[in-house]
């Protein structure tokens, strides 16, 4: 009721302070279980991708969103599930939330990147989308969002307005069909997430980095372009990251 609710007051406030453009819209089916995996710029995407998606979205928000009162009875309010990012069997039970939701028919919203970068480049993808995507045979839908860094700079509390934001929905794949229930095979997993992560960067136009998002990324990195995974070091284990039989099922942060 409260999303509803929340979602009728601030459809049209939105649109009036912001530039909303969106492509791709038919590629989100209108019922059944789906995926909405996205770069992660500002902690305003999670506002603007339900805007324009046409549905209810459930996303994976970081547990230390739930341990104060002030913030806890409003994303359970919401219906979204919290992700406690340290792994283990916490990181697991979210993944069987969203597995229920998905289940049920619903829409979930996935940042793969794990977190929001320290800069505006896309960065390597956590294995949990494709562990959701086989587990239950929900299509998964690539999104890109530009703009909302902009709007909503890191550490920001605050969302300037009268800015451009363009959300972009890529055509759905469908992992079964490509990977059958190959669950449990490292390979796969990481397979399906770089090519969702190059689909996403297409939309997005990011600057891609084949490591994962930390928030002391340097903007030096050595880096490569969306779309342009080459040379030995693509798709390989980040330096001193996890592997591919050790990556963690960390689904979203929605900070």
Request: glycine share 14%; with cysteine.
């Given at each position: 009721?409260l999303?509803g ?24 089916p209108?019922?059944?279980?789906v995926?909405?995996?996205?770069n ?7 506002l ?5 998606a ?5 996303f994976?928000?970081k ?8 913030t806890?009875?409003?994303?359970r309010?919401?219906?979204?599930i919290?992700?406690?990012r ?6 697991r039970?979210?993944?069987?939330e969203?597995e229920r939701v998905?289940?049920?028919g619903?829409c ?15 960065h390597r993808g956590r294995t949990?989308?494709?562990r ?8 998964v ?10 709007i909503?700079p890191?550490?920001?509390r ?7 934001v ?28 770089d090519d ?17 998002a930390?928030?002391?990324s340097?903007?030096?990195?050595p880096?490569?372009?969306a ?7 693509a798709?390989?284990p ?8 050790g990556?963690?099922?960390?689904l979203?942060d929605?900070?």
């Amino acid at each position: 009721m409260l999303y509803g609710a929340l979602k009728l007051v601030l459809r049209p406030l939105m649109r009036a302070l912001y530039d909303v453009g969106v492509d791709g819209l038919g590629n989100v089916p209108g019922s059944g279980p789906v995926i909405l995996a996205s770069n992660h710029q500002a902690f305003c995407d999670s506002l603007f991708i339900p805007l324009v998606a046409g549905r209810r979205v459930t996303f994976v928000a970081k547990a230390e969103y739930f341990e104060s009162w002030k913030t806890n009875w409003f994303f359970r309010a919401l219906g979204q599930i919290p992700m406690h990012r340290e792994g283990g069997d916490s990181a697991r039970r979210s993944l069987g939330e969203a597995e229920r939701v998905l289940r049920a028919g619903g829409c979930i919203g996935i940042y793969p990147e794990g977190t929001r970068p320290p800069d505006e480049r896309l960065h390597r993808g956590r294995t949990g989308v494709a562990r959701l995507a086989l587990a239950t045979g929900a299509p998964v839908v690539p999104v890109g969002i530009r703009g909302t860094r902009e709007i909503q700079p890191v550490g920001a509390r605050l969302m300037k307005p009268f800015k451009p934001v363009e959300v972009r929905f890529g055509a759905p794949a469908r992992l079964r069909d490509r990977y059958g229930h190959r669950l449990d095979d490292p390979l796969v997993l990481r397979q399906a997430t770089d090519d969702l992560m190059w689909e996403i960067g297409q939309l997005s136009g990011q600057e891609y980095v084949d490591r994962y998002a930390s928030r002391r990324s340097e903007p030096g990195e050595p880096a490569n372009r969306a779309g342009g995974r080459t040379g030995p070091e693509a798709g390989a284990p980040a330096s001193g990251g996890a592997g591919p039989t050790g990556d963690r099922a960390v689904l979203a942060d929605s900070a």
